[in-house]
């Protein structure tokens, strides 16, 4: 168990590095290169000197990304080149905003998700599974963009019971703790609290489903799969002659089983999610590092660019690490040693 | 949505499921309503109170940054200098006329050389979190505000990397001789020659008077680039919270020196996409929504809770060709553009006829316009023989710089570009549209780095001189305001002149001197002169636009409605 752990971390670090021999690649096509590490505020008038002491290696590739590299694993990502702030802090103010949708777009996929696939594959070949089957396809090949706006055309403008865009009510200030808005808003201890909850959690509704649908056909899709592989084998009819409940066979003898896979399939929808993120936090006015990104490529801000890409690729490399380590835990075949 | 009495039902049905009740027939209807608890549960709540009280503003785009000395465009004037800060002098909201402010009166030397400004006594500065005011405003902080902008060796003069190029194009950075402090309430500003327009100047928004004290504080703490980010000023509202592309949240200055505020907040929900502002305006998310569409102004009669406001705008769209580099130096070559572009079809097509055709630099509701001007022919022929002339019978290619957001003056910049490529097409020259964030595409512009750009200005002092100066004169070619880089002896000898001048007469006469030059030189395509419209909630009261385009929301308040308007309601009845 130790030995397979610390495999997977040994993983982590090697795709770690060849990520930031990427984006320091990257930085080389940058107009200033790595100037971008600078504290701008510091190279005023006010402050002459402070800009002469931080040398940087000009010619040697090898030196700069060492340099590079020193700036990168103490948290500095560089400074935002039209707003002069540090993007490492910039990234925490945005991130949990995109964490919120993508949670609650996952829950909504696994919530749904699940429970159709089983289905499908308990009736399968019936018109039930064909349904579905059929259903979740169009879920999967929709244009997302185009599906927004056919829900916020319909339930926002024309039934008006969910907002249009944004994270929560104008009317509310709930100031940053957590950058969960779930959770700030119940711990913000405002006389409005609770009302406050309800409006981000009201506002979380539509992006979520719209962010939610293709995961949830992905996951329909192969939870289908892995269980009809799970129930047509030994030891399930074996169960089944034993005369053990239909309802306990499912849940308990076939989905651990058919969860392993499925977990693998989940780990690919984080990387579906976060780029998903990018139109839907467009489409909603979501404040997340999907919009956060749109904007820097639009205003031309590569420092954030570069900081968006090291950040997010490094999240969802965490992500698999984790995942990697929950497989350990749930399927004994993957321990190896 | 489902009825609150179907809730136990949805238990139940809920705990089936958990319990793995998975039945054929069972299963979708707990689908939809599950579904349906989620969306029904949290839908209507009752923060009607909180709301009633807060406006929310629709804004069209990000401030570049909160110190209105170091831009030139709306947005960021609307969430800065208008909400958060005074000048010496101010526009009365709605109208043209000049009215006291931080300045109490002002006495004017009899050469029009010397302006003394008496200030006004027991004004505050806003209490922030870093920030505790300890003394009123002074003749310090009026030093302060000038003198960072002027001196380029005060300490604040290189703090942001913006530079201060309002200051610089109206040419203050020459005109000012001293600024002396004559005691702690008491402001003299000595000129190099009389300037007619000063106190006009003085009351536009690059003029705003920021907290000396403030600076001092921040000196200390090594945090000088905070007072363009973390404003601190004497206005109606003052700054709480910013989330860049997202919102500003203001609070009412507590201890306004006009007494404070109705509203107990005001929010700049940032939305670019004018789509998704008319959206948030129906479903009541907005109270007021910047720059409206044409076809969204039509719209906006079939819903009873909206109300539309318009104004003649004092504003120019313009095509500004880089005339410092090939081929634009040619006047044949501007000419020929001038003739190819088809004016009528943008005017239709971009504006909704909901403008007028420009001729001069200035919009017709400034005085010393220019009457006998004539739009030249629109002809394709007579501009591919003046580009033969001009030594290009093949035509070239240039790039068509179009920005990519909304203003009063250009609904559609991007659309514009478009019809002017097709026209230009026609006589053999190749546009490529180039299009920047709006920030980048200003700097970008500032720098030179374009062929020919769709500019356009907003007039805010009313005077032709903040057209002519600000746009087309060699001080503004140098600070890069002047997108032409159009920099004419002739013109620039007029306007001079007439700035020094106080009779509005000999004023005038210059100015359409100065006009009838620029039509010989042809610096620009002149564009339009575009009608402005705000939409708003019927809710808001008092709500006043300016012929300068600014959003002022000092003194507006929100009537209170027993009951939130129904959005479904009867509109498709109306007309």
């Known amino acids: ?42 190279n005023t008038q006010l402050f002459p000197m402070a800009s002469l002491t931080i040398e940087r290696p000009e010619d040697n590739l090898l030196f700069e990304y060492i340099y590079y590299l020193n700036h990168i694993l103490s948290g500095n990502f560089g400074f935002s080149s039209m707003r002069g702030t540090p993007i490492f802090e910039d990234f925490f103010i945005y991130f949990p905003a995109t964490i919120e949708l993508a949670a609650a777009a996952l829950l909504f996929a696994l919530l749904f998700g699940l429970p159709l696939g089983m289905y499908a594959a308990k009736r399968k070949n019936k018109w039930q599974d064909k349904l579905v089957m059929s259903g979740t396809l169009v879920g999967y090949s929709m244009p997302i963009f185009w599906w927004a706006m056919l829900l916020v055309l319909l339930f926002s403008l024309t039934l008006g019971i969910t907002p249009v865009a944004s994270r929560i009510g104008f009317e509310f200030d709930i100031p940053y703790q957590t950058g969960f808005l779930l959770i700030d808003t119940l711990i913000s201890g405002q006389p409005f609290a609770y ?25 329909a899709r192969s939870t289908r799969s892995t269980m ?35 977990i693998t399939a989940m780990g690919l929808q984080i ?42 690729a490094s999240f969802i490399i965490i992500i698999h690490l984790l995942l990697e380590m929950l497989r350990l835990l749930i399927d004994p075949v993957a321990r190896k040693n | 949505m489902a009825k ?20 054929n027939h069972q299963f979708f209807y707990i689908l939809t309503t599950f579904l349906s608890l989620q969306l029904s549960g949290c839908s209507k709540t009752d923060n009607s109170t909180i709301r009633d009280n807060v406006l929310v503003y629709c804004s069209e785009a990000s401030p570049q940054s909160f110190n209105p000395q170091l831009v030139t465009s709306g947005p960021t004037f609307d969430a800065s200098s208008r909400q958060i800060y005074n000048r010496l002098i101010e526009f009365e909201i709605g109208k043209n006329n000049l009215e006291p402010s931080l300045a109490t009166r002002w006495e004017v030397s009899d050469d029009g050389k010397s302006y003394t400004f008496h200030l006004r006594k027991g004004v505050t500065f806003h209490s922030t ?22 001196k380029s060796n005060h300490p604040y003069h290189r703090v942001s990397p913006l530079s201060f190029r309002y200051f610089e194009s109206m040419g203050l950075d020459r005109h000012i001789k001293n600024i002396i402090k004559v005691d702690d309430y008491t402001v003299k500003f000595e000129l190099n020659s009389p300037q007619a327009p000063f106190l006009a100047t003085l009351a536009m928004d690059f003029a705003s008077i920021l907290s000396e004290e403030y600076a001092q504080n921040l000196t200390e703490l090594g945090k000088p680039e905070q007072i363009d980010n973390m404003p601190v000023g004497t206005g109606p509202f003052q700054l709480v919270r910013y989330q860049p592309d997202a919102f500003i949240r203001y609070k009412p200055h507590p201890s306004y020196w006009k007494g404070k505020e109705q509203l107990e907040g005001l929010v700049f929900a940032i939305t670019p996409d ?16 910047a720059k409206p569409l044409p076809i969204q102004i039509e719209a906006a009669y079939n819903y009873p809770q909206l109300a539309k406001y318009s104004e003649p705008g004092s504003n120019v769209s313009y095509l500004a060709m880089n005339t410092r580099k090939k081929p634009f130096d040619n006047l044949n070559v501007r000419l020929a553009i001038n003739h190819a572009i088809d004016k009528k079809a943008i005017l239709k097509i971009v504006y909704d006829n909901n403008a007028e055709e420009a001729v001069n630099p200035i919009p017709p509701n400034v005085w010393s316009y220019d009457d006998s001007a004539k739009p030249l022919s629109h002809s394709y022929s007579k501009a591919k023989q003046l580009l033969i002339e001009a030594g290009y019978p093949d035509g070239f290619s240039m790039e068509l710089w179009a920005m990519p ?44 780095e374009h062929h020919a750009a769709l500019l356009g200005w907003v007039g805010d002092n009313g005077d032709p001189d903040n057209y002519m100066s600000s746009l087309l004169s060699c001080s503004a070619s140098r600070s890069g305001n002047n997108g032409a880089y159009w920099c004419d002896a002739q013109f620039d000898s007029y306007i001079q002149k007439a700035s020094t001048l106080s009779d509005i007469k000999e004023r005038s006469k210059l100015y359409v001197k100065a006009q009838r030059r620029f039509n010989e030189q042809y610096p620009w395509v002149a564009i339009a002169h575009a009608k402005q419209f705000v939409l708003a909630n019927k809710r808001v009261k008092n709500l006043k636009l300016t012929a300068t385009d600014g959003m002022y929301f000092s003194g507006v308040y929100l009537q209170k409605q027993p009951a939130q308007i129904e959005l479904l309601g009867s509109s498709s009845e109306d007309p």
């Open chain 2, 405 to 448: 957001v909304q203003r009063t003056y250009n609904p559609n910049a991007i659309k514009m570009a478009e019809l002017i490529q097709q026209d230009l097409e026609k006589i053999g020259v190749k546009a490529r549209i180039v299009s920047y964030e709006f920030g980048t595409f200003l700097e970008k512009v500032k720098d030179g």
């Open chain 1, 271 to 312: 990387s579906i999610l976060l780029t998903g993120s990018l139109i839907t936090e467009t489409i909603f006015s979501w404040p997340g590092i999907g919009k956060w990104l749109l904007e820097a490529v639009y205003r031309r801000d590569f420092a954030v660019i570069h900081g968006g890409i090291l950040a997010i």
């Open chain 2, 4 to 23: 609150p009495q179907k809730s136990t039902e949805q238990v139940n049905t809920l705990n089936h499921f958990v319990k793995g009740a998975l039945s």
């Open chain 1, 1 to 42: 168990m130790f030995l397979d752990i610390s495999r997977l971390v040994g993983n982590f670090v090697v795709s770690f590095f060849v990520l930031t021999l990427f984006t320091f690649t990257l930085t080389q096509f940058f107009p200033d290169g790595t100037d971008f590490l600078f504290d701008p505020s510091k």
């Open chain 1, 228 to 262: 009809t592989d799970v129930l047509a084998k030994d030891y399930i009819r074996s169960a089944k002659a034993r005369g053990i409940s239909a309802v306990k066979i499912l849940w308990k003898y076939a989905l651990r089983n058919a969860m392993v896979p499925l």
């Open chain 1, 195 to 219: 009302q406050a909850f309800l409006s981000a959690l009201h506002h979380l509704i539509l992006p979520a489903i719209v962010l939610g649908t293709v995961p949830l056909a992905v996951i």
């Open chain 2, 274 to 289: 004018p789509s998704l502002r008319f959206a948030r305006l129906i479903a009541g998310e907005c109270d007021i929504m």
């Open chain 2, 129 to 150: 979190q870093g920030f505790e005011p300890s003394r009123a405003f002074n003749a310090d902080d009026v030093l302060f505000s000038f003198q960072r902008q002027w």
